[in-house]
């Protein structure tokens, strides 16, 4: 069972990625899904989540108008679509699965049970 997360770099502020999650051995139409992200020196933090059938989404109070979350069921991938990116917003994002988190725990790390090895998102000024 493998999450595969892609798509990160190096760009400048104001600029957009699209993060992937790939899952392999994993159903994740069976799975909420959720991104975090951990800067140096710093807990890991949500950014955002998404319900089974991508009919409810999630965000960090500080993301919401800039970050979007969205998943594929049949390609087994979800994305997190980020825009008018800025420094700080320089970490390495990972995804998570879970199969059985509640909404209300949606927002914490330990919720989730299975991780993607992460990608590393550079914004520079």
């Known amino acids: 069972v493998q999450l595969q997360a892609s798509g990160g770099g190096l760009v400048q502020a104001g600029g957009s990625l699209r993060l992937s999650c790939a899952a392999s051995?994993?159903?994740?139409?069976?799975?909420?899904m959720g991104w975090f992200r951990q800067a140096p020196g710093k807990e890991r933090e949500f950014v955002a989540a998404?319900?089974?059938?991508?009919?409810?989404?999630y965000y960090a109070d500080s993301l919401k108008g800039r970050f979007t979350i969205s998943r594929d069921n049949a390609k087994n991938t979800v994305y997190l679509q980020m825009n008018s990116l800025k420094p700080e917003d320089t970490a390495v994002y990972y995804c998570?699965?879970?199969?059985?988190?509640?909404?209300?725990?949606?927002?914490?790390?330990?919720?989730?049970?299975?991780w993607g090895q992460g990608t590393q998102v550079t914004v520079s000024s």
């Open positions: 998570a699965a879970s199969a059985s988190v509640i909404t209300s725990a949606m927002r914490r790390t330990s919720s989730y049970d299975r």
């Open positions: 051995g994993l159903t994740l139409s069976k799975h909420r």
């Open positions: 998404i319900t089974r059938s991508g009919g409810s989404t």
